[in-house]
């Protein structure tokens, strides 16, 4: 064992005994039998019989009922014994950090057998500071923190705990009642949410409480015994279950009695280099899940870079796993949100705040402004904390289980955000491409014009020809000017993939499939977008899409229309609308796809002249 390993095991004792009380009751009260027990079994016994339940069948009123005192009875645990906490976590931090301040002292403790941050070792070193008049200042724990406990926005915050919780509960469950939840269905909800919610609420809370309070303490031990130190480097435990924004700021320097912020649950911690002393030569690290190693000492980014792109995707998710490959640079991740109570936390930007330039490949007209993007992850929260109880049939069981967490604690726009990464996954793999279906006379006006016209140009459509709703809809959309150019007015399509073929035939017997690059400036609804004025919603980028631009009550509606387009089961009018914006010429078609060999002789005769590839479909 390394010296860190002696801290994380004190971390883990002295939560224990200032947290497990909490823990312990927390548990008492909503998992081993009791009231809120008996309740739920009851519960249970009546949605075996019923055929229908409401918000007033008596078994499902008192199990909420009995929730909602529960959850405030945690709440008062977690107020009585959170000071405790973070004195705990000062405890920590006192016989820690001045084990690091004599690393090499430390280090012979190891050798011998010792461990180096145990009461007895901290006594030697309080020894060797008194016989050696070193001026080593290690004060009382309870003035090292910072009391948060105590802050206004800790007591606002835990006032509004119980009823908080118990209001999200008892709103899930109307709107499962709403949308036909049946009562085995409620029942199952309200036991695995009252049986996990409250264990996972107070562990992120207390837990977060002790890593931030140790942080703070250690800090304040370093201000006043900071000529002992060179330098303070930051330190991320560089495991499966470390976040990029720790990696990205893993190896980098911290000033000396600066507190390192981290994110909730946050594990990262601080090397010292002493006085005089030399960067370490290794550092400890698990490359691989359950593979322990030492490697050379090194940054964050560098170590990442390193990692196999298995590992890498698992850490970043498919969406941020494309953009790290375009751009090589985890620091471009790292953003910021600012806590009420601990202040500010790094944590891994959502995609849609990344530099436009990192953003693959998005080229829309300037109208469409990233205003939007907030629009349209605001509409994608409502979805998920509405109706975000369904996910993609591909998700593992681990993966449903870490979104079914997320939307228990609350965290809505990290559920949110699994989604949308696994919306753009789909979206961008495959090779997708944008397909047009035309008729006859459609396919002559291209090659007379050079150019395909919208139905403001044309004055016809073999959809509905409504000009006027359409303005509407494209101002909804995308912000287009009412009264700009019909020349610059988007083109319509549907994305496809494979060989599948292009629904929509009532628009023609013609699939013009478009060349790639056009993806570019191409935004996307999943559903029709003349829908828009009943759901009020925002197309998104084609490379940057979001569940948020579905047209659709349900999350369910997105997921799985972009399941049955990405198999070729879709039909009829249910498909991934294409908006192609700046215009579109033949320059930017790729090939024509027909059904039978006798419409060659006329695309010969249109587009001879073209580079356009002509394609019979296979089978026909």
């Known amino acids: 064992m390394i010296l860190q390993d002696y801290i994380r095991q004190l971390q883990d004792a002295e939560y224990n005994r200032s947290a497990g009380v909490i823990m312990r009751g927390v548990s008492q009260i909503t998992r081993m039998p009791g009231e809120l027990q008996t309740s739920l079994a009851e519960l249970d016994k009546a949605a075996k019989a019923l055929d229908v339940i409401n918000m007033d069948t008596p078994e499902l009123s008192e199990a909420l009922a009995v929730f909602r005192a529960k959850m405030n009875a945690t709440e008062t645990l977690v107020k009585q014994y959170a000071l405790a906490v973070e004195v705990g976590g000062g405890k920590?931090?006192?016989?820690?950090?001045?084990?690091?301040?004599?690393?090499?002292?430390?280090?012979?403790?190891?050798?011998?057998?010792?461990?180096?941050?145990?009461?007895?070792?901290?006594?030697?070193?309080?020894?060797?500071?008194?016989?050696?008049?070193?001026?080593?200042?290690?004060?009382?724990?309870?003035?090292?923190?910072?009391?948060?406990?105590?802050?206004?926005?800790?007591?606002?915050?835990?006032?509004?705990?119980?009823?908080?919780?118990?209001?999200?509960?008892?709103?899930?469950?109307?709107?499962?009642?709403?949308?036909?939840?049946?009562?085995?269905?409620?029942?199952?909800?309200?036991?695995?949410?009252?049986?996990?919610?409250?264990?996972?609420?107070?562990?992120?809370?207390?837990?977060?409480?002790q890593f931030q309070s140790y942080r703070d303490a250690s800090a304040e031990m370093e201000r006043l015994n900071g000529r002992f130190i060179e330098k303070k480097i930051r330190m991320a435990a560089l495991?499966?279950?470390?976040?990029?924004?720790?990696?990205?700021?893993?190896?980098?320097?911290?000033?000396?009695?600066?507190?390192?912020?981290?994110?909730?649950?946050?594990?990262?911690?601080?090397?010292?280099?002493?006085?005089?002393?030399?960067?370490?030569?290794?550092?400890?690290?698990?490359?691989?899940?359950?593979?322990?190693?030492?490697?050379?000492?090194?940054?964050?980014?560098?170590?990442?870079?390193?990692?196999?792109e298995a590992f890498q995707r698992q850490t970043l998710g498919p969406g941020k796993y494309e953009w790290y490959k375009q751009n090589r640079s985890l620091q471009g991740l790292i953003g910021n949100y600012s806590d009420?109570?601990?202040?500010?936390?790094?944590?891994?930007?959502?995609?849609?705040?990344?530099?436009?330039?990192?953003?693959?490949?998005?080229?829309?007209?300037?109208?469409?402004?990233?205003?939007?993007?907030?629009?349209?992850?605001?509409?994608?929260?409502?979805?998920?904390?509405?109706?975000?109880?369904?996910?993609?049939?591909?998700?593992?069981?681990?993966?449903?289980?870490?979104?079914?967490k997320q939307l228990v604690l609350g965290h809505y726009d990290d559920a949110r955000q699994m989604i949308d990464d696994w919306v753009k996954q789909e979206l961008i793999s495959d090779n997708p491409r944008i397909s047009i279906r035309t008729s006859e006379k459609g396919l002559k006006g291209i090659a007379k014009d050079g150019r395909y016209k919208s139905q403001f140009e044309s004055g016809t459509s073999r959809g509905l020809y409504s000009p006027g709703r359409r303005k509407e809809a494209e101002k909804n959309l995308f912000n287009t000017p009412i009264n700009i150019d019909k020349s610059k007015r988007p083109i319509y399509g549907m994305?496809?993939?494979?060989?599948?073929?292009?629904?929509?035939?009532?628009?023609?017997?013609?699939?013009?499939?478009?060349?790639?690059?056009?993806?570019?400036?191409?935004?996307?609804?999943?559903?029709?977008?003349?829908?828009?004025?009943?759901?009020?919603?925002?197309?998104?980028?084609?490379?940057?899409?979001?569940?948020?631009?579905?047209?659709?009550?349900?999350?369910?509606?997105?997921?799985?229309l972009i399941e049955r387009v990405k198999s070729g089961q879709a039909g009829g009018i249910s498909y991934i609308e294409a908006q192609i914006h700046k215009g579109l010429t033949v320059d930017d078609i790729d090939s024509i796809i027909v059904d039978n060999a006798g419409m060659i002789p006329l695309l010969n005769g249109l587009f001879s002249d073209t580079t356009i590839k002509f394609i019979i479909r296979k089978g026909t």
């Not at 994305?495 to 699939?511: M, P, R």
């Not at 977008?529 to 899409?545: E, M």
């Open 92 to 209: 920590v931090a006192k016989r820690s950090t001045t084990a690091k301040l004599f690393y090499g002292t430390s280090q012979d403790l190891i050798d011998q057998g010792v461990d180096p941050v145990s009461a007895e070792a901290y006594s030697y070193f309080m020894g060797i500071v008194k016989d050696m008049n070193l001026g080593y200042i290690a004060p009382d724990p309870s003035s090292l923190v910072k009391h948060y406990s105590e802050s206004d926005a800790f007591i606002e915050r835990m006032n509004k705990w119980g009823d908080g919780y118990a209001d999200v509960v008892n709103n899930s469950v109307q709107r499962g009642i709403a949308e036909g939840w049946n009562p085995k269905k409620i029942a199952r909800y309200i036991r695995k949410t009252a049986t996990d919610l409250p264990i996972n609420a107070a562990y992120s809370t207390t837990k977060t409480l």
């Open 239 to 308: 495991d499966g279950n470390t976040c990029a924004a720790c990696i990205a700021l893993h190896g980098t320097e911290v000033p000396k009695g600066e507190s390192i912020k981290d994110h909730y649950n946050g594990r990262c911690d601080a090397i010292y280099v002493p006085a005089g002393g030399d960067m370490p030569e290794f550092m400890q690290t698990f490359g691989e899940p359950g593979e322990r190693n030492f490697v050379p000492f090194q940054d964050g980014e560098s170590w990442f870079a390193q990692q196999s």
């Open 340 to 404: 009420s109570v601990f202040g500010d936390m790094p944590v891994v930007k959502p995609l849609w705040v990344l530099d436009k330039t990192a953003i693959q490949n998005v080229n829309l007209p300037d109208y469409y402004t990233d205003k939007f993007r907030e629009y349209i992850n605001d509409d994608a929260n409502d979805l998920v904390l509405v109706h975000g109880h369904h996910y993609p049939s591909n998700w593992s069981k681990d993966k449903i289980s870490e979104y079914e």
């Open 495 to 560: 994305i496809n993939y494979g060989d599948n073929v292009a629904t929509g035939y009532q628009y023609g017997e013609f699939e013009i499939v478009l060349k790639n690059d056009v993806l570019e400036r191409t935004t996307i609804t999943l559903g029709d977008s003349l829908n828009v004025d009943r759901w009020d919603r925002k197309a998104s980028p084609f490379y940057d899409p979001s569940i948020g631009s579905q047209l659709g009550e349900e999350t369910k509606y997105g997921i799985n």
